[in-house]
């Protein structure tokens, strides 16, 4: 069965960096798309990013664009997300999630996913 587990997570002040890292299990990796996604106290889930499976294709949510980096070393089963410049809005619980294709596709489901990291951004 897939299964996720996010580290890296943490407090950090405004300005600073932090790295994420899921390590992923049960499927074949490097074929799939995955994607982070967030969620705020009192808020709904909020996709961040996404790698695409095979060839490597990356996407941003604008709120993240020239911040965050998105990779993976498929070598390792492994998916990052660095963060530089946090915010106190990036303040959530960060999950790691796996499409069901090589694609990024937003009006799919994803068909697995990770606990979650916390993320604390404040002074």
């Known amino acids: 069965e897939v299964h996720l587990v996010e580290s890296g997570g943490g407090l950090v002040q405004p300005g600073g960096s932090l790295r994420l890292s899921c390590a992923a299990s049960?499927?074949?990796?490097?074929?799939?798309?995955m994607s982070w996604v967030r969620q705020a106290p009192g808020k709904g889930l909020e996709w961040v990013s996404a790698i695409n499976g095979g060839d490597g294709t990356i996407s941003y949510a604008d709120s993240v664009k020239g911040r965050f980096t998105i990779s993976r070393d498929d070598t390792k089963n492994t998916l990052y997300l660095q963060m530089n410049n946090l915010q106190p809005a990036d303040s959530a619980v960060y999950y790691c999630a796996k499409s069901e294709g090589a694609w990024y596709n937003p009006k799919r489901e994803y068909d697995g996913w990770g606990q979650g990291t916390q993320v604390t951004v404040s002074s």
């Open positions: 049960g499927f074949t990796f490097s074929t799939y798309s």
